[in-house]
């Protein structure tokens, strides 16, 4: 248990370098309904990455359960796929020239913040958990150890839970810094937007080449 735990929290720390999600709380927080848009778009996207890995997880034991010889491969296939296509989003943002003005944020971004309320923050943040598949590519390999396991079915989806929070401490962090620190969080938010907008790139380059390497490893070694 211990061990898959461990497994799991690693994969699932690399949800902290989610550039993009990141920068949506910070200008949610720094728009006119502040905490609320924040907090909505937060939680959003925490039941939505929980009920994801619960799904998973559910739907992989019921299959496994049902004695399905070829599961084992097919996982292994698509971690293969997801790898590939892990490592065709690295070529992408290689070859992807760097933003002429690195402060400044895309006009369709803010026109999307300024509209934003509390109900729609929320359903946005539901909806990035889709659309991002770079980011869903490494939640799912962070869920697929317990999956993979022989956890009980309980054990699998308290670990995909706990893969969920973990996963999602980089967009909890700016909200609970705009709590704790009310006076300060416009400073403290803008110094991490802008550190973020400063290594934005590498981190857009080396994320998805390290999880694209991992998956291809694990893909192919389950295939052997």
Do not use: H
Request: hydrophobic share 55%; aromatic share 8%; proline share 5%.
């Amino acid at each position: 248990m211990l061990t898959v735990l461990i497994q799991s929290l690693v994969l699932a720390a690399g949800g902290m370098l989610s550039v993009g999600s990141i920068t949506i709380v910070i200008l949610l927080l720094l728009s006119d309904r502040g905490w609320q848009n924040g907090l909505a778009y937060v939680l959003g996207y925490v039941g939505a990455y929980s009920l994801i890995g619960t799904v998973v997880v559910w739907v992989g034991f019921s299959v496994a359960e049902n004695g399905s010889s070829e599961s084992g491969n097919v996982s292994s296939i698509l971690l293969i796929i997801m790898g590939l296509l892990l490592l065709w989003l690295t070529q992408r943002n290689w070859r992807k020239p760097p933003p002429e003005n690195k402060n400044s944020e895309s006009p369709r971004l803010f026109a999307l913040v300024d509209k934003m309320t509390p109900p729609k923050a929320f359903g946005f943040g539901a909806l990035v958990t889709v659309i991002n598949f770079k980011n869903l590519a490494i939640f799912l390999s962070a869920v697929s150890v317990p999956l993979l396991s022989n956890l009980s079915l309980p054990a699998k989806i308290m670990v995909a839970l706990l893969d969920a929070l973990v996963f999602c401490t980089a967009v909890i962090v700016p909200v609970l810094i705009y709590v704790a620190f009310p006076k300060q969080a416009n400073e403290r938010l803008n110094w991490i937007k802008q550190t973020l907008e400063r290594y934005g790139r590498p981190i857009g380059i080396g994320v998805p080449l390290l999880f694209g390497l991992i998956f291809l490893i694990r893909g192919i070694t389950g295939l052997l």
